[in-house]
């Protein structure tokens, strides 16, 4: 794999691990938004891709099966962080909706929210490095690096 390079406040930064929230940021109601498979796809051959959720509908193994990807059940916002921290925190684009996915924003290498049908924590927001308006504008940032260069030069 070929790490995905971002122009990041102090430089140009490799990133080979990409992290993503479930329940509300790739879904909704538990079943995957259209147009995010696909885009997972193309971005398996630069990323590591994991998914940490709760799995509050019980639907994410079933849903994803097909994708190159690893799911991780986790409990809370904490167990994320850890997860994060551990794949290399600085290496690592986090993106998530919810209020369980604000630690994992401050160890992660850049934090992106997104606002998806299902809304987004009012503290996510502050503590991410970029806010989408929803994942597949998210993940489109992450597979055209140039995108994010005027949103997060000094």
Known sequence: ????????????RPFNHL???????LSLDGRPLEGVAERLRRLASDLQITILTADTFGTVR?????????????????EKAEAVSAM???EVIAIGN????????AVA??????????GAAAGLLSSAQVVTRDILDALDLVANPLR???TLRD
């Open 1 to 12: 794999m070929t790490p995905v390079v971002l122009e990041m406040p102090g430089g140009a």
């Open 19 to 25: 992290v993503l929230d479930y329940t509300g940021t």
């Open 62 to 78: 079933e849903a994803v099966k097909e994708l190159p990807l690893e799911i991780r059940l986790i409990r809370d916002g904490e």
């Open 88 to 90: 290399g925190g600085g």
């Open 98 to 105: 919810g209020r369980n996915d604000i630690p994992m924003m």
């Open 109 to 118: 290498g850049l934090g992106i929210a997104v606002m998806g049908p299902e």
């Open 148 to 150: 994010l260069k005027a």
